[in-house]
């Protein structure tokens, strides 16, 4: 194509493929320019690599201009291959150096530094951890899974263990005693709804199909994944509670409404619970348009219908003629009475209050709910990490979906009036949010100053049902440039025009809704740019600086469960369990009470308890991850943390996977480190506790290998002690130590020697 005198675009999705590409493109000699943005022009004779998500390539050879995708040389068969099965329990917290971190055996200690050390003829990485007094301990990478970051009650410095005496030993006691009696309460709540027979809804009928197949989108592996979740749950005789985690956009509204039309079509009623009354307009249009070629009948009720309205729609939703209830926790009074209602949608559920929170509880007992959520909050994902709640993620973004360009800075009205009119001159709307009502119309004077042309529209919850119905008409119409607001806009407005959110004073909102906020922009193909402003006079607290780093450090498509988690380090773990778990989440920390609360529950359910026999690897090689390699220490201790997790040879394979899809071929130390886990998690799945290699020799105890794998063993001069369970086999002429070990284990697990 060069050759022809053709300009080359290479799209890949993200800046590690991107760089993959280059580099493999370098590699081959061609010419290459990395542009992060797609180019207004194009020079001959080159690849241009960008960043874009297309389905295929494509040439158009009057215009000499050939696009290639990634997905023509690198089909995504797994796109989402990291959300397939996603245990929530995986969902920990990373940890770095400087970081307060809990090692499971020894207590609560300053992770001062990844170091790297030799013994014994082995190279292999460590964390040096720091304990009272000055104390060291120094722990191998293949024993991170032991350790945890320490999210504390209300995020301040823990006490630190002492080393060597009874100290950790009497407080995961009493932590452990605390986990057990809040499983006991938990497991006793969600068992008397297990204990409820609930609906059994039939297979999907045609209409079901039908409706299904008229979504204008493809929809996303994991999209599909989360509705198949949803629809075995809703087929079973046990009423479903399932949360369905997705970033914004990403579809969780579709597989509420393919969750609805399924209960519908048995004769059952929907309830769909929204935090706002905007929110529930929107719902009520987007659910009234897909079930419109069906005889669904969809209904609201908010604060934007009379008194009469909200009357009739009462009587007939008794009545059973509508079909579909959307509205706000208005839906939870006493005088909204379903006649048959078998399906209550939940969107946000983080938004609603205490006493609506209790109605919902015990509505989980009779009926099927499903929750949806792009920052779960606290305790909802603290049920699903303790195995109570079943739990579908979402990860997969929408083709051709940027992520949001995000900038966190003092307010400067030179700022606002350079991206209001950088938005306008590409056609697009602003939301400027301010979040006071009393001086709300002082706000939009400012933004009417910074772009005297744009047309100015002002939505809060103080104003009449009409008139903010009014406002929200118009800007969707696209009436208005610019829509000063409250918060009120945080839930659910889908805007696809909208593409510039600017906040003030955002250093007065809570970090998960300044994700919310930060959502309402980016919903389409055209990127978008959000503005995280705070006043020049007022010093930031430092829970508010950390919330504004947090939403300007995870700025790529999907980091919703990463927000919840970052939340919870920040805020503190204690309002996930109450004031009186506090205690033992100051003792432990929460990753390791979470833990013992998911052990706690399997227990209280009389399930076995899942062991994890721990593997001893003495194989005199040099076993670690570059500095070159992997250059940020962060990301190192985060793969050391997935590959000593990998209890598989499966997972092990995965962990390799990653790292060569964001690294690049690993060098020989690395190779021999995932070597390691691969025997290890062998070693594991064949009983055996312990695998070394000493003058040319292999020890592998304690296994039984059957009778035949035995004896070809010892027809290459192999020793089996059947005492101890030792099996000593002599190495082959110039065969590499962890070679032979997956040589060995591979044929003991299979039953039968081959090619010996």
């Not at 280059?22 to 241009?48: F, I, N, Q």
Request: charged share 25%; proline share 6%; with cysteine.
């Amino acid at each position: 194509l060069l050759d022809a005198g053709s300009r080359v675009v290479f799209a890949a999705p993200n800046r590690e493929q991107r760089a993959r590409v280059t580099d493999a493109l370098a590699d081959a000699g061609l010419a290459v320019t990395d542009l992060p943005e797609p180019p207004a022009s194009l020079a001959p004779k080159r690849v241009h690599v960008t960043r874009a998500d297309v389905p295929a390539g494509f040439v158009v050879p009057d215009a000499r201009l050939a696009l290639v995708s990634i997905e023509d040389v690198a089909p995504r068969g797994g796109r989402a291959r990291s959300a397939r099965g996603v245990d929530p329990s995986q969902i920990t917290f990373d940890f770095a150096p400087g970081d307060w971190v809990v090692h499971a055996v020894h207590g609560i200690a300053l992770f001062r530094e990844l170091t790297r050390r030799e013994t014994a003829g082995t190279e292999r990485d460590y964390l040096l951890l720091e304990y009272a007094h000055g104390d060291k301990l120094y722990v191998p990478v293949e024993q991170l899974d032991r350790v945890t970051r320490f999210v504390g009650p209300d995020g301040s410095a823990p006490r630190v263990t002492r080393l060597n005496t009874a100290d950790w030993t009497r407080a995961t006691a009493k932590a452990r005693k605390a986990a057990r009696k809040l499983a006991f309460d938990l497991v006793d709540l969600y068992a008397r709804r297990a204990a409820v027979t609930g609906h059994v809804f039939p297979s999907d009928t045609p209409w079901q199909m039908e409706m299904e197949a008229m979504f204008p989108y493809e929809e996303t592996p994991d999209q599909l994944a989360a509705i198949a979740d949803v629809k075995s749950d809703m087929e079973s005789d046990k009423p479903m509670d399932r949360l369905i985690c997705g970033d914004v956009g990403y579809g969780k509204t579709e597989v509420a409404i393919r969750a609805a039309f399924k209960a519908v079509q048995d004769g059952r009623q929907v309830l769909v619970l929204c935090p706002t009354t905007i929110l529930a307009q929107q719902h009520f249009t987007t659910f009234s348009e897909r079930f419109a070629p069906f005889p669904v009948r969809v209904d609201v009720l908010s604060r934007f219908r009379s008194s009469a309205q909200q009357s009739a729609t009462l009587a007939d939703f008794a009545a059973g003629e509508v079909d579909v209830l959307i509205g706000t926790h208005r839906l939870l009074s006493h005088d909204v009475a379903p006649k048959q209602l078998g399906l209550v949608v939940v969107d946000e559920e983080q938004r609603f209050g205490v006493q609506h929170k209790e109605h919902l509880k015990h509505l989980r007992e009779q009926v099927d709910v499903l929750t949806l959520s792009a920052t779960p909050i606290p305790r909802t994902l603290q049920m699903a990490l303790s195995g109570v709640r079943d739990m579908s993620v979402i990860d997969t973004p929408p083709p051709n979906r940027f992520p949001i360009k995000v900038h966190v800075g003092e307010y400067d009205a030179d700022v606002v009036s350079g991206a209001i009119r950088a938005e306008l001159e590409r056609g697009g709307q602003v939301y400027f949010v301010s979040n006071r009502v009393r001086s709300i119309d002082e706000a939009a004077r400012r933004v009417t100053d910074a772009a005297p042309e744009a047309r100015v529209l002002v939505a809060h919850g103080q104003m009449s049902e009409r008139q903010l119905e009014a406002v929200m008409e118009s800007y969707a119409a696209g009436e208005a440039d610019v829509l000063v607001a409250t918060t009120i806009i945080e839930s659910g407005i889908d805007n696809p025009h909208s593409n510039t959110l600017i906040i003030e004073d955002s250093q007065r909102l809570g970090l998960a809704q300044l994700y919310q906020l930060k959502g309402r922009v980016g919903r389409s193909h055209v990127r978008a740019y959000a503005y995280f402003l705070f006043p020049r006079a007022a010093g930031l607290t430092d829970q508010a600086a950390e919330r504004l780093m947090a939403i300007r450090d995870h700025d790529e498509l999907g980091s919703g469960i990463k927000i919840a988690m970052r939340d919870l380090e920040i805020r503190g773990a204690g309002s996930l369990l109450g004031a009186e778990q506090s205690g033992s989440l100051s003792a432990v920390g929460f990753d390791l009470y979470a833990q013992m609360i998911r052990e706690a529950v399997a227990e209280a359910r009389g399930e076995p308890p899942v062991a994890h026999p721990e593997v001893r690897v003495d194989i005199a090689v040099k076993a670690y991850l570059p500095d070159e390699y992997v250059p940020d220490a962060g990301e190192r201790v985060r793969l050391y943390r997935a590959i000593a997790g990998a209890l598989t040879p499966e997972a092990a394979e995965r962990v390799r996977g990653e790292l060569v899809e964001k690294h690049g071929a690993p060098p020989p130390q690395a190779a021999d480190l995932l070597q390691v886990a691969r025997v290890r998690a062998k070693a594991a799945e064949a009983g055996a506790t312990s695998v070394a290699v000493a003058r040319r020799r292999l020890t592998v105890m304690p296994v039984e290998p059957a009778d035949e794998v035995r004896a070809a063993f010892a027809k290459g001069g192999a020793v089996y002690l059947v005492g101890p369970r030792k099996l000593v086999v002599p190495l082959e002429r110039d065969e590499e130590p962890l070679g032979a070990a997956e040589r060995v284990l591979d044929a003991i697990l299979a039953g039968a020697l081959t090619g010996v």
